[in-house]
């Protein structure tokens, strides 16, 4: 319980990752995790595009603004929403795919895709379908260190108690 707990506050982007290929099985449970993941009315509309094509690779990060995490990982994993699928799922979805490729030694790291139409392009996606956010995922470079963004807003500064501005 505590090493979950521990888990979840410690989970961190990385931007340099090892070249080498992620195990097959490996990628597998990450995938596996992110089948998982809860969805309004349990719709699961989402779908996983793979891409380890290097030239695949970079016509997908070139769809976006702050990839170059996607360019410096073996592999990306382009988060598809359905039809009548839901962001806040999209984004359960990859929280758990982060945190289960954390757990077993892999490191991740979200990137947007602000150009939709290009993503759609590269990855060949139907219509009604879209793709707005993916994961960079690979084993972490030797001394891959945290985020350049820093720590977090204290809880003071988030939390309302009963309505969000008192009196
Ligand atoms: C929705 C979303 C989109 C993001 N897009 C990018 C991105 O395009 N490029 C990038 O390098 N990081 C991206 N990030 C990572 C954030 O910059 C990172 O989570 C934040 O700075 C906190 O860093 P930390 O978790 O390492 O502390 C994204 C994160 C989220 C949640």
Not at 20 to 30: C, K, S
């Amino acid at each position: 319980m505590r090493d979950t707990y521990d888990h979840i506050l410690k989970l961190r982007a990385v931007r340099a990752f090892q070249p080498r290929p992620i195990d097959d099985a490996e990628l597998e449970r990450v995938l596996e995790a992110g089948r998982w993941t809860g969805s309004s009315k349990n719709r699961q509309n989402w779908s996983f595009v793979v891409i380890t094509d290097p030239d695949t690779k970079t016509a997908f990060a070139s769809a976006g603004r702050f990839t170059d995490p996607v360019r410096h990982a073996p592999a990306a994993i382009a988060l598809i929403q359905e039809p009548e699928g839901y962001e806040f799922d999209t984004g359960r979805l990859a929280q758990n795919m982060m945190l289960a490729a954390d757990a077993i030694g892999l490191a991740t790291c979200p990137v947007t895709l602000h150009d939709e139409e290009r993503a759609a392009k590269v990855l060949g996606l139907p219509e009604g379908t879209r793709c707005r956010y993916g994961i960079a995922i690979g084993y972490p470079a030797a001394g891959a260190g945290p985020s350049r963004f820093g720590g977090r807003k204290p809880l003071g500064e988030l939390v309302h108690r009963d309505r969000y501005e008192s009196g």
